[in-house]
């Protein structure tokens, strides 16, 4: 059974995002908005009740912001991150989204494992571009990447 398959996503509500905002600082990513109740959060454990990690959607019409992707340090390195991302891509699929962004400093291998390429700034959607983690990664220190979903 794939590790997707084996991932159980409980949304967050606003206040219920203390665990991702400490995961995530502790990770080194931007955790400044998580409380923002426009954005879409989840917490990942497996059915044996493991905690997984967390990851989050922003929707913006047809497009969507892949972020906050964090693997807990006990289940690094067992295909985790990558069922994460699959279950987060399935959601953007049912929100219609045809194409999901991304902004990384580190793991632009990993998103180009998962389908993710490359590509510039001035080729994101501008709802997307003013989206706070386009903001909070500089240009100079990161990457753009988007993945097709049609």
Not at 82 to 97: M, P, Q, S, T
Request: proline share 6%; aromatic share 8%.
């Amino acid at each position: 059974m794939s590790a997707a398959l084996r991932l159980l996503a409980t949304p967050l509500a606003p206040w219920e995002r203390d665990g991702l905002r400490a995961a995530l600082n502790r990770a080194g990513l931007p955790a400044d908005d998580v409380a923002d109740p426009r954005l879409s959060f989840w917490r990942f454990e497996t059915y044996e009740d493991v905690p997984v990690g967390f990851g989050g959607l922003e929707i913006h019409d047809s497009d969507a912001v892949l972020r906050s992707i964090v693997t807990l340090p006990p289940v690094r390195q067992l295909g985790m991150g990558g069922a994460i991302v699959a279950k987060l891509e399935d959601e953007a699929r049912a929100h219609n989204c045809r194409a999901i962004y991304l902004v990384t400093t580190s793991e632009e291998e990993f998103f180009a494992d998962h389908g993710y390429v490359s590509c510039k700034r001035g080729e994101v959607p501008a709802a997307v571009r003013a989206s706070g983690e386009f903001a909070a990664l500089p240009a100079s220190a990161s990457v753009v990447m988007v993945k097709r979903l049609t």
